[in-house]
């Protein structure tokens, strides 16, 4: 595993901290990962979601983001942003030709043991209610609906989960 989230490899799957020079190679992989769903978000909320690699820096330098790889290609990515005492996840996706690897898996284990490492009392997520496979991927790592907002994504419907690490219970 990791210590931190610096870099984990599992099978030819490598995690690491993504780096400025990868913001483009993100940015396509959230284009191609939410493709199949755009016609499900209106066009301001898909923007916001496959947003560009400029937008892809800047998280870079807000929070941790991270990449896995495989063959030296970016096949998942997902990134954090501390709220208060909580971990906000967000920006995950992994290219659809990858799915099936447990790489959704690999990435959240890798935000867990970053909240563990900085005590984090508990990790937050949105997602929208048409993304089945990433929600039974949440509700199998123990995430559950919360209440909480955000409710919409520039008019596409979301609704929020949460775990409370078991270091917490």
């Given at each position: 595993?990791?210590?931190?989230?610096?870099?984990?490899?599992?099978?030819?799957?490598?995690?690491?901290?993504?780096?400025?020079?990868?913001?483009?190679?993100?940015?396509?992989?959230?284009?191609?990962?939410?493709?199949e769903?755009?016609?499900?978000?209106?066009?301001?909320?898909?923007?916001?979601?496959?947003?560009?690699?400029?937008?892809?820096?800047?998280?870079?330098v807000?929070?941790?983001?991270?990449?896995?790889?495989?063959?030296?290609?970016?096949?998942?990515?997902?990134?954090?942003?501390?709220?208060?005492?909580?971990?906000?996840?967000?920006?995950?996706?992994?290219?659809?030709?990858?799915?099936?690897?447990?790489?959704?898996?690999?990435?959240?284990?890798?935000?867990?043991?970053?909240?563990?490492?900085?005590?984090?009392?508990?990790?937050?997520?949105?997602?929208?209610?048409?993304?089945?496979?990433?929600i039974?991927?949440?509700?199998?790592?123990?995430?559950?609906?919360?209440?909480?907002?955000?409710?919409?994504?520039?008019?596409?419907?979301?609704?929020?989960?949460?775990?409370?690490?078991?270091?917490?219970?």
């Amino acid at each position: 595993m990791t210590s931190g989230g610096t870099q984990t490899k599992t099978s030819d799957i490598t995690i690491r901290l993504a780096r400025d020079v990868d913001a483009a190679d993100i940015s396509s992989l959230l284009l191609e990962s939410f493709a199949e769903y755009e016609s499900l978000y209106n066009p301001e909320s898909f923007a916001a979601t496959a947003i560009p690699s400029g937008q892809l820096a800047n998280r870079i330098v807000e929070g941790p983001v991270w990449v896995a790889v495989s063959r030296g290609r970016i096949v998942g990515t997902v990134s954090a942003i501390p709220s208060g005492d909580s971990l906000y996840i967000r920006g995950m996706g992994v290219l659809p030709a990858a799915r099936g690897q447990r790489i959704g898996e690999r990435l959240l284990t890798t935000v867990e043991e970053f909240a563990a490492l900085r005590d984090f009392r508990r990790m937050l997520l949105s997602t929208t209610p048409f993304l089945d496979r990433a929600i039974r991927l949440y509700e199998n790592f123990g995430f559950q609906r919360t209440s909480e907002g955000p409710h919409d994504l520039c008019g596409t419907p979301l609704f929020s989960m949460e775990k409370v690490p078991s270091y917490f219970e």
